[in-house]
């Protein structure tokens, strides 16, 4: 869950489109634009995952971000 609000604070996609991939993709109408073609692809391929892949996108995400939260001296 924490990767998803990480996902929603950080480029603002909606967590219902990015779930389901009904509605919108981005909260208050940011345009796509703002993301680079990495974060783009990312996101069509954590949509495009079954439910075991993208419980391992979801675990790797987090444990990125914590060894990130311990290398820059924050607690995860």
């Known amino acids: 869950m924490e990767v998803l609000t990480t996902i929603y604070l950080q480029l603002y996609v909606n967590i219902n489109w990015l ?3 009904q ?3 981005f909260i208050g109408g940011t345009p796509e634009s ?3 073609q990495k974060e783009q692809t990312l996101l069509e391929d954590y949509r ?3 439910e075991q ?3 391992a996108i979801e675990e790797a995400a987090s444990a990125l971000a914590a060894t990130a939260a311990l ?3 924050k607690v995860a």
């Open 19 to 21: 779930l389901t991939g």
């Open 53 to 55: 892949g993208k419980a």
């Open 71 to 73: 290398t820059n001296r």
């Open 34 to 36: 703002t993301l680079t």
């Open 48 to 50: 495009e995952s079954n």
């Open 23 to 25: 509605g919108e993709m």
